[in-house]
């Protein structure tokens, strides 16, 4: 915890005193990410991972010292909304970074990209964004929301699974999830149940699914009804004759909380803290030094989203050149921490994707890890209706 | 001259000025500061209808304001353009559910109405999460805004501005003129004593739901500001916090005085703003600072401002 | 004519009879005092005629007009004025403003939300003829709970006159007054009663002997008697059921 | 839909209404006793759940630490009367949730800097932690019968105390006419502070419950404190019995709704559109109820007589 005040005082400070200092020719990037509540923790990593990159490259991107201004949207859409204003009339950044949740972006959105300043989301990647809304001045490093689950479709007829129970709360992100899973799985789905947003008693979901033929549960749910969904599982006693795969529901961030409840179970992602690539391993050690916890995709796409800017501000002459910056951003010549990373027409990435586990390390810390690869340059399904 | 009017004269005018003054000292941007406060002023005086001249406490008024702006919104979505249109949907849509809501809940008083007016306004929040069609819990991102007979002044930077400042100046102008009329009259005084202005020959209940329906249209047309002033809705501007942030706003300003609402609003967002700005976890400082204000500045920042003597008139 | 009839009123709570039968007429200009002892049901009768509570059966008429189904303040805007035991008036407004707001619910509509108020010369000059009936000029700009408990009683009797009524219902207006401001309400209401006819629930029985034409005395929610004031003081049964009592 | 499920859906209820009442008995007596209106009761709630994480992180004895709990929440109960409510009591209901308003932004803001941002959980002990074979289909947690049981036991014992001791007399008539009670000469500023201290106890016991199964996080009192207000006012104010089956039928009618909502639904309708409003419509049932309560009994169920 104190390490938390830490890196915010720190950070606090670090912002204070470069933009005291900052000169004419300083590189701005404005930050808005969920920083209040519980879903801080994600926000967290996302400043983390960045701040590690920057810290790594002396302060400077693309050759040029940044001064970088982080802006908490409190997971209130018109908070979002005056952050990114104020980012982008009163600090005039280059570069706005944000956010962790779509509908966040989708307040942040309109503002920014009419305003000709580039917007990169390190996390949220909506498909509202992707198809016949896609934009010149927005790219995302993460994924598109679907593909996680369209992927965990793929895990499940890899591991041989017939029938499924889904598990999502009501939500667009929820049903999303559940489209993107049918999308490629080749089996059975025997119930899609929806719970509300920030369900607390999982139990009579769970008596449903131990009544039901199904081998297995798909499940997405994010943040603490995570922690609450797999503790109540496994308490349930249902982790013996239940697989259990899901998307958001047990990465680094809720893992601390789920502990031995989750060793085991199958998770789809196109990154995992061990994933077998020499600048991502030394990222996880450095990350774990400085920081003191696992980190978790968040914090590699934050990492990822400073290199990417990096890659491309060294490449331009002039800031104000938006195509020549478009040009370089979009070349995304830098080294990912996933291995193979391009963009798509839409600006979003084509990348890996593989099956993951959960883990419990011999220092007593658990993450997800890597198994195999299911799919290679996998791109998102609404890139064709983008023109651009 | 009276000092509270004096007061209020000169807020206005700093406000008329900001637009002109602001960009001069380079700080342009703080226009979307001032225009968030002065739209939650409006709400917070349409609130202080129903609180401080009404004895109503609703803790279900930012319902209303979400009713507002997503009328607006779907009304925009189905290809109405024209501003003052959306007006009218708004204003007949708020006004309609304030009449059946406030006919129900105006059965009870006090702290049961408080609940009554709570479990509208989660209804309220719950139908707006359901309406997959217009994004369920994420919200709808506008693409086209509203414009006056196809002018697009009403949309951006300072006609914007102007607009909402208009509002909150005939908002501001309405209640209290409304205050001193026979109507606000006998609003107070069903609020100090319902019996007696019954036996008096009122009938409360419509006096008091008169003042709801009035109340909720106002937020409404704060609600189609917001929307416009956003390019966005979602169902958090109706979540329960939203009106607790109301009442405070109104509490905090001094109940049925004639500025407290907007002191009370630009008091929350610039104390939002600045101690954000030193500090990440500020909630720290503003949670104790509420109790303070609670504790040693009874009446309001609008007694302190004018220092004149006033009781709490609410139980 | 008379003025208020009250017709073979009934009301119930339960398996008490708090009003039985009970049938009151009042005529122009006339005093009606009801007395009776504690728990005898003259409160349910006041509630029922101002309409806070309705009987069982039974009915209520005003000038002729049946107000029996009509809410309290449809019965207020038919002509009934009442005052209450405990000292009810608007206490965070001025005197005069208590009167103007009571003048104004018969004067016109107050759906009006634009014109001020306070500067309506009809309802001024009505607030200050009230005012001056009940003797509080010089307290006009006073406010309400700054006032004294006599003032106040007297602010309660200024707010139904403001209110123009035809016919007054006065629930113990004698209640907690010292001696001399006892006779001072009497004397008060002695001159009001020569253009207003009135209906008077009292202890005081100095004070109905000065005001009533007719009393009535109330027993388990039954009249026992009903005379002249000599009449009923000499009545056996009026004795009895009520003098028995004292007549403090 | 099976009996089996039924019955695990009634007894989630159950044990979901003695949470529910735990917090409710503590915020009704309060309100109706004092007439003050306290909304940092969910915090206390709140409080509760971070104490038990810290002590069963210090001492790894999950017995000892809900001991333990339990005193701290009792002392932080009176702390906070001490230094902020008392000051309070004589003040308008507006003043009171105004500063109980500034304790709750407070508390979770410190609970976040002390404990981050995230979603803890708490591992029940050994003895607690498995599932009971209740018929040949059904198991059902060991935790959340004691639950259901804890929660009945605190109900008999709170129920004796208000209806045969000296205390609950004057509680009651606290609750009804408190003027009089003063008029005995009763030191009410004490009876106040015992009052208040151990409804905080309580709703910090219920955090201390609650933690094991729902997790620990900032702000987690919040929307308990929204439902326990829902639960008093259906109740009657200042009523403990009225809080009791208000708590349980809240607890029943939201657990029984959030699963059955969509299922009756798309009896009527097509399933899509029952999966689209179901959710919603199962989230508004309770204050479905209680605004139908109102409209009905403007003052609740079982009202305590005279409360304002």
Same mark, same amino acid.
């Given at each position: 915890?104190?390490?938390?005040?830490? =890196?915010?005082?720190?950070?606090?400070?670090?912002?204070?005193?470069?933009?005291?200092?900052?000169?004419?020719?300083?590189?701005?990037?404005?930050?808005?990410?969920?920083?209040?509540?519980?879903?801080?923790?994600?926000?967290?990593?996302?400043?983390?991972?960045?701040?590690?990159?920057?810290?790594?490259?002396?302060?400077?991107?693309?050759?040029?010292?940044?001064?970088?201004?982080?802006?908490?949207?409190?997971?209130?859409?018109?908070?979002?909304?005056?952050?990114?204003?104020?980012?982008?009339?009163?600090?005039?950044?280059?570069?706005?970074?944000?956010?962790?949740?779509?509908?966040?972006?989708?307040?942040?959105?309109?503002?920014?990209?009419?305003?000709?300043?580039?917007?990169?989301?390190?996390?949220?990647?909506?498909?509202?964004?992707?198809?016949?809304?896609?934009?010149?001045?927005?790219?995302?490093?993460?994924?598109?929301?679907?593909?996680?689950?369209?992927?965990?479709?793929?895990? +499940?007829?890899?591991?041989?699974?017939?029938?499924?129970?889904?598990?999502?709360?009501?939500?667009?992100?929820?049903?999303?999830?559940?489209?993107?899973?049918?999308?490629?799985?080749?089996?059975?789905?025997?119930?899609?149940?929806?719970?509300?947003?920030?369900?607390?008693?999982?139990?009579?979901?769970?008596?449903?699914?131990?009544?039901?033929?199904?081998?297995?549960?798909?499940?997405?749910?994010?943040?603490?009804?995570?922690?609450?969904?797999?503790?109540?599982?496994?308490?349930?006693?249902?982790?013996?004759?239940?697989?259990?795969?899901?998307?958001?529901?047990?990465?680094?961030?809720?893992?601390?909380?789920?502990?031995?409840?989750?060793?085991?179970?199958?998770?789809?992602?196109?990154?995992?803290?061990?994933?077998?690539?020499?600048?991502?391993?030394?990222?996880?050690?450095?990350?774990?030094?400085?920081?003191?916890?696992?980190?978790?995709?968040?914090?590699?796409?934050?990492?990822?989203?400073?290199?990417?800017?990096?890659? @491309?501000?060294?490449?331009?002459?002039?800031?104000?050149?938006?195509?020549?910056?478009?040009?370089?951003?979009?070349?995304?010549?830098?080294?990912?921490?996933?291995?193979?990373? +391009?963009?798509?027409?839409?600006?979003?990435?084509?990348?890996?994707?593989?099956?993951?586990?959960?883990?419990?390390?011999?220092?007593?810390?658990?993450?997800?890890?890597?198994?195999?690869?299911?799919?290679?340059?996998?791109?998102?399904?609404?890139?064709?209706?983008?023109?651009? | 001259?009276?000092?509270?009017?004096?007061?209020?004269?000169?807020?206005?005018?700093?406000?008329?000025?900001?637009?002109?003054?602001?960009?001069?000292?380079?700080?342009?941007?703080?226009?979307?500061?001032?225009?968030?406060?002065?739209?939650?002023?409006?709400?917070?005086?349409?609130?202080?209808?129903?609180?401080?001249?009404?004895?109503?406490?609703?803790?279900?008024?930012?319902?209303?304001?979400?009713?507002?702006?997503?009328?607006?919104?779907?009304?925009?979505?189905?290809?109405?353009?024209?501003?003052?249109?959306?007006?009218?949907?708004?204003?007949?849509?708020?006004?309609?559910?304030?009449?059946?809501?406030?006919?129900?809940?105006?059965?009870?008083?006090?702290?049961?109405?408080?609940?009554? =007016?709570?479990?509208?306004?989660?209804?309220?929040?719950?139908?707006?999460?359901?309406? @997959?069609?217009?994004?369920?819990?994420?919200?709808?991102?506008?693409?086209?805004?509203?414009?006056?007979?196809?002018?697009?002044?009403?949309?951006?930077?300072?006609?914007?501005?102007?607009?909402?400042?208009?509002?909150?100046?005939?908002?501001?102008?309405?209640?209290?003129?409304?205050?001193?009329?026979?109507?606000?009259?006998?609003?107070?005084?069903?609020?100090?004593?319902?019996?007696?202005?019954?036996?008096?020959?009122?009938?409360?209940?419509?006096?008091?739901?008169?003042?709801?329906? *009035?109340?909720?249209?106002?937020?409404?047309?704060?609600?189609?500001?917001?929307?416009?002033?956003?390019?966005?809705?979602?169902?958090?501007?109706?979540?329960?916090?939203?009106?607790?942030?109301?009442?405070?706003?109104?509490?905090?300003?001094?109940?049925? =005085?004639?500025?407290?609402?907007?002191?009370?609003?630009?008091?929350?967002?610039?104390?939002?703003?600045?101690?954000?700005?030193?500090?990440?976890?500020?909630?720290?400082?503003?949670?104790?600072?509420?109790?303070?204000?609670?504790?040693?500045?009874?009446?309001?920042?609008?007694?302190?401002?004018?220092?004149?003597?006033?009781?709490?008139?609410?139980? | 004519?008379?003025?208020?009839?009250?017709?073979?009123?009934?009301?119930?709570?339960?398996?008490?009879?708090?009003?039985?039968?009970?049938?009151?007429?009042?005529?122009?200009?006339?005093?009606?005092?009801?007395?009776?002892?504690?728990?005898?049901?003259?409160?349910?009768?006041?509630?029922?005629?101002?309409?806070?509570?309705?009987?069982?059966?039974?009915?209520?008429?005003?000038?002729?007009?049946?107000?029996?189904?009509?809410?309290?303040?449809?019965?207020?805007?038919?002509?009934?004025?009442? =005052?209450?035991?405990?000292?009810?008036?608007?206490?965070?407004?001025?005197?005069?403003?208590?009167?103007?707001?009571?003048?104004?619910?018969?004067?016109?509509?107050?759906?009006?939300?634009?014109?001020?108020?306070?500067?309506?010369?009809?309802?001024?000059?009505?607030?200050?003829?009230?005012?001056?009936?009940?003797?509080?000029?010089?307290?006009?700009?006073?406010?309400?709970?700054?006032?004294?408990?006599?003032?106040?009683?007297?602010?309660?009797?200024? *707010?139904?006159?403001?209110?123009?009524?035809?016919?007054?219902?006065?629930?113990?207006?004698?209640?907690?007054?010292?001696?001399?401001?006892?006779?001072?309400?009497?004397?008060?209401?002695?001159?009001?009663?020569?253009?207003?006819?009135?209906?008077?629930?009292?202890?005081?029985?100095?004070?109905?002997?000065?005001?009533?034409?007719?009393?009535?005395?109330?027993?388990?929610?039954?009249?026992?008697?009903?005379?002249?004031?000599?009449?009923?003081?000499?009545?056996?049964?009026?004795?009895?059921?009520?003098?028995?009592?004292?007549?403090? | 839909?099976?009996?089996?499920?039924?019955? *695990?859906?009634?007894?989630?209820?159950?044990?979901?209404?003695?949470?529910?009442?735990?917090i409710?008995?503590g915020l009704?007596l309060v309100?109706?006793?004092?007439?003050?209106?306290n909304?940092a009761h969910?915090v206390q709630y709140?409080v509760g759940?971070?104490l038990?994480?810290?002590?069963?992180?210090?001492?790894?004895?999950?017995?000892?630490?809900?001991?333990?709990s339990l005193l701290c929440a009792l002392a932080f109960g009176l702390l906070l009367e001490f230094f902020v409510f008392r000051?309070?009591?004589?003040?308008?209901?507006?003043?009171?949730?105004?500063?109980t308003?500034?304790i709750?932004?407070?508390l979770?803001?410190?609970?976040?800097?002390?404990?981050?941002?995230?979603?803890?959980?708490?591992?029940?002990?050994?003895?607690?932690?498995?599932?009971?074979?209740?018929?040949?289909?059904?198991?059902?947690?060991?935790?959340?019968?004691?639950?259901?049981?804890?929660?009945?036991?605190?109900?008999?014992?709170?129920?004796?105390?208000?209806?045969?001791?000296?205390?609950?007399?004057?509680?009651?008539?606290?609750?009804?006419?408190?003027?009089?009670?003063?008029?005995?000469?009763?030191?009410?500023?004490?009876?106040f502070m015992i009052v208040f201290g151990v409804g905080a106890m309580l709703a910090g016991f219920?955090g201390?419950? +609650?933690?094991?199964?729902?997790?620990?996080?900032?702000?987690?009192?919040?929307?308990?404190?929204?439902?326990?207000?829902?639960? *008093?006012?259906?109740?009657?104010?200042?009523?403990?019995?009225?809080?009791?089956?208000?708590?349980?039928?809240?607890?029943?009618?939201?657990?029984?709704?959030?699963?059955?909502?969509?299922?009756?639904?798309?009896?009527?309708?097509?399933?899509?559109?029952?999966?689209?409003?179901?959710?919603?419509?199962?989230?508004?049932?309770?204050?479905?109820?209680?605004?139908?309560?109102?409209?009905?009994?403007?003052?609740?169920?079982?009202?305590?007589?005279?409360?304002?």
């Amino acid at each position: 915890m104190q390490q938390l005040i830490k =890196t915010t005082i720190a950070s606090a400070l670090f912002a204070t005193f470069i933009s005291s200092a900052a000169l004419a020719e300083d590189l701005k990037i404005g930050m808005v990410v969920t920083l209040s509540g519980p879903p801080a923790a994600l926000g967290q990593q996302i400043v983390d991972g960045f701040q590690l990159a920057l810290e790594e490259k002396g302060g400077m991107l693309g050759g040029q010292k940044v001064e970088l201004i982080i802006e908490d949207d409190e997971l209130k859409p018109d908070v979002a909304l005056l952050k990114a204003t104020s980012l982008v009339e009163k600090n005039e950044v280059d570069f706005v970074v944000g956010t962790v949740f779509s509908n966040m972006l989708q307040a942040i959105f309109k503002p920014v990209v009419q305003s000709k300043t580039f917007l990169i989301s390190p996390n949220a990647g909506p498909s509202t964004f992707a198809g016949s809304n896609c934009n010149p001045f927005f790219f995302v490093t993460s994924y598109q929301n679907n593909q996680n689950a369209e992927v965990s479709g793929m895990v +499940a007829n890899a591991e041989g699974f017939k029938n499924v129970f889904a598990l999502v709360p009501n939500y667009q992100a929820g049903r999303d999830n559940v489209d993107g899973f049918k999308q490629t799985f080749e089996g059975q789905l025997t119930d899609e149940v929806f719970t509300p947003l920030g369900h607390q008693d999982f139990s009579a979901e769970l008596a449903r699914m131990s009544t039901s033929d199904a081998d297995a549960v798909f499940a997405f749910m994010p943040g603490g009804m995570g922690v609450r969904l797999v503790n109540q599982f496994a308490n349930a006693g249902l982790s013996e004759n239940m697989k259990f795969m899901s998307v958001f529901t047990t990465d680094e961030t809720t893992l601390p909380g789920q502990k031995d409840a989750a060793v085991g179970f199958l998770a789809a992602g196109s990154w995992a803290p061990d994933l077998p690539v020499d600048a991502n391993l030394a990222f996880v050690k450095a990350f774990e030094a400085k920081y003191g916890y696992v980190p978790g995709s968040y914090a590699m796409q934050a990492y990822d989203t400073a290199s990417l800017i990096d890659s @491309a501000v060294s490449k331009v002459d002039d800031l104000s050149d938006k195509d020549a910056v478009r040009a370089a951003l979009k070349a995304a010549d830098f080294e990912s921490l996933r291995g193979d990373f +391009a963009f798509n027409n839409n600006h979003y990435p084509v990348q890996d994707f593989h099956m993951l586990n959960v883990v419990k390390r011999d220092d007593g810390k658990y993450h997800t890890s890597f198994v195999r690869t299911l799919a290679e340059d996998y791109a998102d399904s609404f890139h064709e209706q983008c023109k651009m | 001259m009276d000092r509270s009017l004096i007061l209020g004269l000169l807020i206005f005018l700093t406000l008329l000025a900001m637009p002109f003054a602001l960009p001069l000292i380079g700080q342009g941007y703080l226009t979307g500061l001032i225009i968030k406060a002065m739209l939650l002023a409006i709400a917070a005086i349409s609130l202080d209808l129903l609180i401080g001249h009404g004895g109503l406490v609703s803790l279900g008024h930012a319902a209303f304001v979400a009713l507002g702006a997503y009328a607006a919104a779907i009304a925009l979505q189905s290809g109405i353009e024209n501003i003052l249109v959306l007006l009218l949907i708004t204003l007949a849509l708020t006004g309609f559910v304030a009449l059946i809501t406030g006919s129900l809940a105006l059965r009870t008083t006090g702290v049961y109405f408080l609940m009554i =007016t709570l479990a509208f306004g989660q209804m309220a929040y719950f139908t707006l999460t359901s309406l @997959a069609a217009y994004g369920g819990d994420d919200g709808l991102t506008l693409w086209s805004l509203a414009t006056l007979f196809g002018s697009n002044v009403v949309q951006k930077g300072n006609g914007l501005y102007f607009i909402v400042l208009g509002t909150l100046l005939a908002s501001w102008w309405f209640v209290n003129r409304m205050s001193q009329s026979r109507f606000g009259r006998v609003l107070r005084a069903a609020r100090d004593n319902p019996e007696r202005t019954e036996v008096m020959g009122y009938s409360v209940t419509r006096y008091r739901l008169v003042a709801y329906v *009035i109340a909720a249209m106002i937020a409404g047309v704060s609600g189609l500001l917001v929307m416009q002033h956003a390019e966005f809705v979602s169902p958090a501007l109706a979540a329960w916090q939203r009106s607790g942030d109301l009442i405070v706003v109104v509490v905090l300003g001094g109940l049925a =005085t004639r500025n407290g609402a907007i002191l009370g609003a630009f008091f929350l967002v610039i104390v939002e703003e600045l101690l954000g700005s030193f500090i990440h976890e500020w909630r720290l400082i503003y949670g104790p600072l509420l109790v303070f204000m609670v504790l040693f500045a009874k009446g309001g920042l609008s007694d302190l401002l004018t220092s004149k003597r006033r009781g709490n008139q609410v139980a | 004519m008379s003025t208020l009839e009250i017709l073979h009123l009934n009301k119930k709570f339960g398996a008490i009879n708090v009003s039985n039968d009970i049938c009151i007429s009042i005529a122009d200009n006339e005093c009606h005092a009801v007395i009776g002892p504690n728990g005898a049901g003259k409160t349910t009768l006041i509630h029922q005629i101002s309409g806070m509570l309705k009987p069982d059966s039974g009915a209520i008429k005003l000038s002729g007009q049946d107000i029996t189904n009509m809410g309290v303040p449809q019965r207020v805007q038919a002509g009934l004025g009442r =005052t209450f035991q405990i000292t009810s008036v608007l206490p965070s407004f001025s005197v005069l403003e208590n009167l103007a707001i009571a003048a104004q619910s018969k004067s016109g509509s107050s759906m009006r939300f634009f014109a001020n108020a306070a500067r309506e010369s009809t309802l001024n000059s009505a607030a200050s003829n009230a005012l001056e009936r009940v003797g509080l000029e010089d307290r006009a700009d006073v406010i309400a709970a700054e006032l004294s408990h006599g003032e106040r009683r007297l602010l309660e009797l200024g *707010i139904a006159l403001a209110g123009k009524p035809q016919f007054l219902l006065l629930d113990e207006p004698m209640a907690g007054l010292g001696r001399v401001e006892s006779a001072a309400l009497v004397s008060l209401l002695l001159e009001l009663r020569r253009s207003m006819p009135m209906l008077l629930v009292e202890h005081d029985m100095n004070a109905i002997f000065k005001l009533a034409d007719v009393v009535s005395v109330l027993v388990d929610g039954k009249i026992v008697v009903s005379g002249s004031p000599e009449a009923v003081r000499a009545d056996p049964a009026a004795r009895a059921a009520y003098l028995g009592e004292g007549s403090q | 839909m099976s009996t089996t499920l039924l019955l *695990i859906l009634c007894l989630n209820g159950l044990q979901y209404g003695m949470l529910l009442f735990l917090i409710s008995a503590g915020l009704t007596l309060v309100f109706g006793v004092m007439g003050f209106i306290n909304l940092a009761h969910g915090v206390q709630y709140m409080v509760g759940a971070y104490l038990l994480f810290a002590f069963t992180g210090l001492t790894g004895n999950f017995m000892l630490s809900v001991l333990l709990s339990l005193l701290c929440a009792l002392a932080f109960g009176l702390l906070l009367e001490f230094f902020v409510f008392r000051h309070l009591y004589t003040r308008s209901h507006l003043d009171q949730v105004l500063a109980t308003f500034g304790i709750i932004i407070f508390l979770n803001e410190l609970a976040k800097v002390v404990f981050g941002p995230t979603t803890l959980s708490i591992a029940l002990p050994e003895f607690l932690a498995g599932s009971i074979q209740l018929t040949e289909q059904l198991k059902y947690p060991i935790y959340r019968l004691v639950t259901i049981g804890v929660g009945l036991l605190v109900a008999i014992g709170l129920f004796i105390t208000v209806s045969y001791t000296r205390i609950g007399m004057l509680i009651r008539a606290g609750a009804t006419t408190p003027e009089m009670v003063s008029a005995l000469g009763v030191n009410i500023q004490r009876l106040f502070m015992i009052v208040f201290g151990v409804g905080a106890m309580l709703a910090g016991f219920a955090g201390v419950i +609650a933690a094991p199964i729902y997790a620990v996080e900032p702000g987690m009192g919040d929307n308990m404190l929204i439902v326990a207000f829902v639960v *008093i006012i259906i109740g009657g104010i200042g009523s403990v019995g009225g809080a009791f089956i208000a708590a349980l039928l809240v607890g029943l009618i939201d657990t029984l709704g959030r699963s059955l909502a969509t299922e009756i639904l798309s009896f009527v309708f097509n399933p899509s559109f029952a999966n689209q409003i179901g959710p919603a419509l199962a989230s508004m049932l309770i204050y479905v109820l209680m605004a139908a309560i109102l409209i009905f009994r403007p003052r609740g169920l079982l009202p305590a007589k005279g409360v304002a």
